[in-house]
């Protein structure tokens, strides 16, 4: 009976570290719920080329936020010349730039604490069959963080006027910071769900 507890003590000890070290290293920022901190869940831009072509017509959008494969998607050739209903042609030499910048910091290929769960999330299809590029918003991880946004708030809105205008709401979006904690929608005010 003697040796049964010197086992039972080191069993116990072995499971008070293990909790401890749960508690003390589970700094779970997967879901932000109750989270005020304003950390990047995706990585900023950091390429001037991709700054400066795509955010002259549109925010540019974190790679994080896509797979590699859907970033390959919009950056052909003939994605471009119909870029969701525009002319966006570039040179080879910026196309391609561009392009290596974004699949190489996509979804599936980056480290932050949001990017598994944006890989995971996009691998069904990102777009409808009848659409001609993958979007953001048809993810379903984007789908599940903005379902219980009324349209009024964001279509309805002269201000917002579309999902995919992130950095009209999420203020530190160009940041890479999406907490749902500093969300202001325009005409609104801030979002809490």
């Known amino acids: 009976m003697r040796t ?15 909790g401890t070290s749960t508690v003390a290293f589970g700094d779970s920022d997967r879901d932000d719920d109750d989270r005020r901190r304003s950390r990047p869940g995706v990585a900023p ?33 003939e994605a471009l010349a119909n870029h969701y209903g525009d002319d ?12 290596n910048y974004l699949t190489n910091h996509a979804a599936d290929e980056a480290g932050r604490f949001r990017s598994p769960a944006l890989a ?3 691998r069904s299809p990102a777009h409808a069959p009848e659409e001609a590029l993958p979007r953001i918003s048809a993810t379903r991880y984007f789908r599940h963080e903005h379902d219980e946004i009324p349209d009024r708030l964001v279509s309805g809105n002269p201000e917002v006027m579309s999902l995919s205008q992130c950095n009209a709401c999420h203020r530190g979006a160009e940041q890479g910071i999406y907490n749902e904690h500093q969300v202001d929608i325009p005409g609104a005010g801030r979002w809490d769900d």
Request: with cysteine.
């Open 45 to 77: 831009v950091t390429n001037a080329t991709y700054r400066e072509e795509c955010g002259a017509c549109h925010m540019a959008y974190q790679p994080n936020l896509l797979p590699a494969r859907a970033w390959d998607d919009i950056m052909s050739l």
């Open 88 to 99: 966006a042609s570039l040179g080879n030499g910026t196309r391609t730039e561009i392009r």
């Open 120 to 122: 995971r999330a996009s």
């Open 4 to 18: 049964m507890t010197p086992a039972l003590s080191l069993l116990a000890s072995g499971l008070l570290a293990l």
